[in-house]
């Protein structure tokens, strides 16, 4: 890289090509549309879907080869705007978007991260809920469902309970979105509250009900990635900041302790997706004056960056034949941390998995074969910008690639029927569920 380009860029302010104010679907294109244009080496702008109005679900994707996966560099995503009425994700997106393409080339951290990580940001999941609503408002509004009044956040697939809600667009287009690309980490923007909630948000006593809470056998990692996020943010960090609504401690919580949801976006991205996703509720008030958005930006940039980071934890690598050939939709999971559907290589062998420092025992199963088992060190302090690399190569013949497009044994029928708890699961005692009855509109 040109140093004298560096040093330039460290030296002179960045000029600030986006205002802080509401962009609306026309206003918000056309800035995505400049970015892609000025950046296109490092941006690629497309759509995944349609809203139920005909508006397009717009995704930009900053990285050093945007247009398609390399092997070996982690999918992330950021999605905001789930929940129409709920904007600051939606903007902050947008101006994290001019921060980090305005300072490639010109801040090494930013440059390296481009360098090492494929982002994908989608600033608006419901652009009709967000152009429905009339004006500011701190509280729930109608805006928050899309145009057939669904709520996006109920309308995934549960693996707790039969979710039997019809499907909306914008829904269908995530869960197809999902399945082209091998996305590691991702966070889910929101507002009403101030809080980085972790899954599951939905869960049985296999899963800790009975103690209400919903623990994945990831917990650590996904206590450490809403830590990471709320301990940057100086408000959030706090856990108290909203008035009259719940203390949450260093500003965490597990999505079913807070509250249970059913067909959420997060439980859905770590169940049938293998991503882990977070949601991050970002401002008291859902639809602040656009006066405030400044503040939001400076309480979050720090947040946003460092979470991206996160994609870089652990272990991640290739699988491949006797012959050298990469195998793809073989089972590469940690012991003891299995999956509801296990996790699976790609189509290019490539397996991800977050981890913190410490030892593991990796388990890698092809179809029929017998398990292959090593254990691994994820050292004390991991390279930032790089999650440890190591390949496998299994003592077997290829041709498993004919195997399966779908992932075979990810549950088709709902979870619960087949998990004996489920029966006795509860929900949180009485004064949990007086307060959802309260909280039910944020996440
Ligand atoms: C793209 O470049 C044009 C011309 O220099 C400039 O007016 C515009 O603000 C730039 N847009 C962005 C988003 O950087
Ligand atoms: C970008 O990353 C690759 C490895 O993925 C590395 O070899 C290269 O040096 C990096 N380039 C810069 C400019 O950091
Ligand atoms: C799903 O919902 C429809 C209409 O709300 C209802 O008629 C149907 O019985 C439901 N199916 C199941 C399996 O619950
Ligand atoms: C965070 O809290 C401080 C002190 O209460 C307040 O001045 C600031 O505006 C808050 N930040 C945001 C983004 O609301
Ligand atoms: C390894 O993974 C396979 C497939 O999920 C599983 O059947 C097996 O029990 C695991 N073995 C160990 C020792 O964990
Ligand atoms: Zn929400």
Redesign the pocket.
């Known amino acids: 890289m040109d140093l004298s380009r560096l040093w330039l860029g460290l030296l002179l302010p960045v000029l600030a090509a986006l205002d802080f104010r509401y962009h609306h679907q026309e206003g918000m294109e056309a800035f995505l549309k400049s970015v892609a244009q000025n950046y296109s080496s490092i941006t690629h702008l497309h759509s995944i879907g349609k809203s139920v109005r005909g508006r397009n679900l717009w995704v930009l994707i900053v990285g050093q080869c945007p247009k398609e996966h390399r092997v070996g560099i982690p999918e992330f995503k950021y999605v905001a705007n789930m929940h129409g009425d709920e904007t600051v994700g939606r903007e902050l997106l947008l101006h994290l978007i001019d921060y980090l393409v305005s300072r490639h080339g010109k801040d090494l951290e930013i440059t390296n991260l481009i360098n090492s990580t494929r982002i994908h940001i989608m600033p608006s999941m419901n652009p009709d809920g967000f152009e429905a609503v009339k004006k500011p408002d701190c509280f729930y509004s109608n805006g928050r469902e899309n145009y057939n009044k669904f709520d996006l956040n109920r309308n995934f697939p549960d693996a707790f309970e039969y979710n039997n809600i019809s499907k909306q667009p914008e829904t269908l287009a995530v869960m197809k979105w999902l399945k082209t690309e091998t996305f590691v980490l991702s966070a889910n923007l929101h507002g009403g509250a101030l809080v980085a909630s972790y899954p599951f948000d939905n869960g049985a006593q296999a899963t800790g009900a009975l103690l209400s809470r919903s623990l994945t056998p990831d917990d650590d990692v996904f206590q450490h990635l809403a830590y990471t996020y709320a301990s940057r943010n100086?408000?959030m960090t706090k856990g108290d900041?909203c008035k009259n609504k719940m203390d949450f401690q260093n500003g965490i919580t597990n999505g079913y302790s807070w509250y249970p949801l059913q067909g959420g976006m997060q439980d859905y991205n770590y169940v049938w997706a293998q991503c882990f996703e977070i949601t991050l509720e970002l401002?008291c008030c859902k639809y602040p004056r656009e006066e405030?958005l400044p503040?939001?930006w400076?309480?979050n940039k720090a947040s946003l960056i460092e979470y991206i980071k996160q994609v870089h934890l652990g272990i991640k690598g290739q699988v491949f034949d006797q012959n050298g050939n990469p195998l793809p939709n073989v089972i590469v999971e940690v012991q003891d941390r299995k999956h509801i559907c296990p996790f699976r290589t790609n189509k290019f062998g490539e397996y991800y998995l977050l981890l913190l420092p410490g030892s593991y025992v990796i388990n890698i199963t092809a179809h029929g074969h017998d398990p292959h088992l090593t254990k691994v060190v994820i050292p004390e302090k991991f390279q930032t910008f790089s999650a440890l690399k190591k390949d496998f190569h299994l003592p077997i013949q290829g041709k498993l690639d004919s195997i399966l497009v779908s992932n075979p044994s990810c549950p088709l029928i709902p979870l619960y029927k087949v998990m004996p708890s489920h029966s006795v699961a509860t929900r949180p005692g009485l004064f949990l569920f007086s307060m959802t009855l309260l909280l039910i509109f944020f996440k």
Do not use: G, R
């Open positions: 100086p408000n900041q401002s405030k503040f939001f400076n309480d």
